[in-house]
T-cell receptor
Framework: LAKTTQPISMDSYEGQEVNITCSHNNIATNDYITWYQQFPSQGPRFIIQGYKTKVTNEVASLFIPADRKSSTLSLPRVSLSDTAVYYCLVGDDNFNKFYFGSGTKLNVKP | NAGVMQNPRHLVRRRGQEARLRCSPMKGHSHVYWYRQLPEEGLKFMVYLQKENIIDESGMPKERFSAEFPKEGPSILRIQQVVRGDSAAYFC?????????????????FGQGTRLTVV
């Protein structure tokens, strides 16, 4: 079960770009990297997924170096509503094997 | 298309009672996952079910906990003889499939959760 390491918390201000890095040294060849966002009292919500290089969608970008032992979630111009916990998950297509960990608590200040 | 529906949202039980948590997956989804989340902690996998089958229950406590996903109706997570340590948020997630070919997709959709409080 590939585990991940993320910072416990991060602070940012509205309008800034936020980069959250996740370490996954034991990532396997078949593993994908997936990020989820969780607001208080709600279930996690899928943000983005990638395998290598860079992936971008309307919400975020995901940067994955060649060795794939880490990944960085980039949130452009955050707002107060981006205050949430962000989880980095590593696994193949068996979702039940995903390890959520404690996530990174992002606090966006005005 | 309604999302994953869980009920009740909040459940209070006295020690020794039974708790039944329900989860209706998204339309067309045949795979259901249950997770438990303690305060200030991440989600812990409990069980993975397909219709009428338990695929992986490696995260389920051996006693008092059971889960089912019948052919008709919602998935049920059942906790017998609840104790204070069972107090947590229980989340259900569903996905349309668990294995792909070249286009792997591990996205799952979560419900709002059921917050169980044992008094």
């Amino acid at each position: 079960l590939a585990k991940t390491t993320q910072p416990i918390s991060m602070d940012s201000y509205e309008g800034q770009e936020v980069n959250i890095t996740c370490s996954h040294n034991n990532i396997a060849t078949n593993d994908y990297i997936t990020w989820y966002q969780q607001f208080p009292s709600q279930g996690p919500r899928f943000i983005i997924q990638g395998y290598k290089t860079k992936v971008t969608n309307e919400v975020a970008s995901l940067f994955i170096p060649a060795d794939r032992k880490s990944s960085t979630l980039s949130l452009p111009r955050v707002s107060l509503s981006d205050t949430a916990v962000y989880y980095c998950l590593v696994g193949d297509d068996n979702f039940n094997k995903f390890y959520f960990g404690s996530g990174t608590k992002l606090n966006v200040k005005p | 298309n309604a999302g994953v529906m869980q009920n009740p949202r909040h459940l209070v039980r006295r020690r020794g009672q039974e708790a039944r948590l329900r989860c209706s997956p998204m339309k067309g989804h045949s795979h259901v996952y249950w997770y438990r989340q303690l305060p200030e902690e991440g989600l812990k996998f409990m069980v993975y079910l397909q219709k009428e089958n338990i695929i992986d229950e490696s995260g389920m406590p051996k006693e008092r906990f059971s889960a089912e996903f019948p052919k008709e109706g919602p998935s049920i997570l059942r906790i017998q003889q609840v104790v204070r340590g069972d107090s947590a948020a229980y989340f259900c997630a569903s996905s349309p499939r668990d294995r792909f070919g070249a286009t792997r997709n591990t996205e799952a959709f979560f419900g709002q959760g059921t917050r169980l409080t044992v008094v």
